[in-house]
């Protein structure tokens, strides 16, 4: 059955694109980060899998491939299956980020990002629940600004389908977070159905949803392996947002296909934290090979040393 938009009908629309995401936050930081790439299913959604693929068999030993799932802050930081700081050293968990971070300008695939401020959300919670008890406003908080992030991703991807593909529908895919789903479903609920978004909606004429239909798929990455670059991009946009110099590069990748940038900030010119842009590491073979690439390593090696030695504000 056709359905209205603003005037017009949209008649025999189909699903054709998947928006993924997945979430970023850290306890003492600032920020709530929503963020992930919308594919086209039928022309782009076997060639990014089949990419990710080829990843996991260039990185990652023959014995491990089965089912192998890249997850961002395990790659950074040395956990998990990546620990072995001998087998996995700094420069070759950098080589895998970078894979990652390349694939939405290789496949031309758009970031959709919804930000939040923690503190903003406590606050609001505190107000409208005076009386919980510390353990239980921590989860409201905790689920509230997942909320309200979710809520401005949700927005862009609903814009994005509006202004570009106006006749075809979008479909959410979200990495299963069991304490938020029930959530987050009755948030997205509201946004298809409830009229009175428009009431507090920032830009209420996108509200209700019409070109995002159906309610969220919620997926292991396991089963939905483009969930890994929602993961990467959510990792590295929280990352520098929390002023990391080291994820710029990563986000200097992924920063020219995003829909919207932090800040409302439009390319090229940025302003820290999400700037000066850094020029890139990755130099070619023969930029590595030469003396300049050799002193670049040298240097990114001290400042780690130094950074891991408690000097962090060393530039």
């Excluded at 996991?56 to 799932?69: L, S």
């Excluded at 695939?109 to 008890?133: C, F, M, N, S």
Aim: proline letters at 7%; aromatic letters at 8%; hydrophobic letters at 40%.
């Amino acid at each position: 059955m056709p359905y209205a938009l603003g005037g017009a009908r949209l008649e025999g629309a189909r699903l054709v694109r998947q928006a993924f995401c997945d979430e970023s936050y850290s306890r003492q930081g600032p920020w709530f980060v929503v963020a992930g790439p919308v594919v086209h299913a039928d022309s782009q959604t076997v060639r990014v899998e089949t990419h990710i693929e080829s990843l996991v068999a260039k990185h990652i030993p023959e014995p491990d491939r089965r089912g192998f799932v890249f997850h961002s802050a395990d790659i950074w930081n040395n956990n998990n299956y990546f620990r072995d700081r001998e087998k996995w050293p700094r420069d070759k968990c950098w080589d895998i980020l970078w894979d990652l971070a390349q694939m939405p300008a290789l496949f031309d695939l758009p970031i959709v990002i919804g930000l939040k401020r923690k503190a903003q959300v406590k606050e609001a919670v505190t107000l409208h629940a005076p009386h919980l008890d510390e353990r239980a406003a921590r989860t409201a908080h905790d689920v509230t600004t997942h909320g309200v992030a979710f809520v401005d991703y949700t927005h862009i991807i609903e814009r994005t389908m509006r202004d570009l593909w106006p006749d075809e529908v979008a479909e959410l895919v979200a990495e299963n977070r069991r304490e938020v789903e029930e959530s987050l479903l009755g948030v997205h609920h509201m946004l298809k159905t409830d009229p009175r978004i428009e009431e507090w909606a920032v830009t209420p004429t996108h509200f209700p949803l019409t070109h995002i239909r159906g309610g969220i798929k919620f997926s292991a990455k396991r089963d939905e392996p483009i969930l890994q670059i929602a993961d990467l991009c959510a990792y590295v946009t929280l990352a520098v947002l929390e002023g990391s110099h080291d994820h710029a590069p990563f986000f200097n990748a992924i920063y020219p296909m995003m829909l919207v940038h932090p800040k409302g900030q439009t390319w090229p010119p940025l302003e820290w934290p999400n700037g000066p842009i850094v020029p890139l590491w990755k130099e070619t073979p023969e930029e590595r090979a030469s003396e300049l690439g050799r002193l670049r390593r040298f240097l990114r090696a001290e400042r780690r040393r130094l950074r891991d030695a408690g000097k962090s504000d060393v530039e």
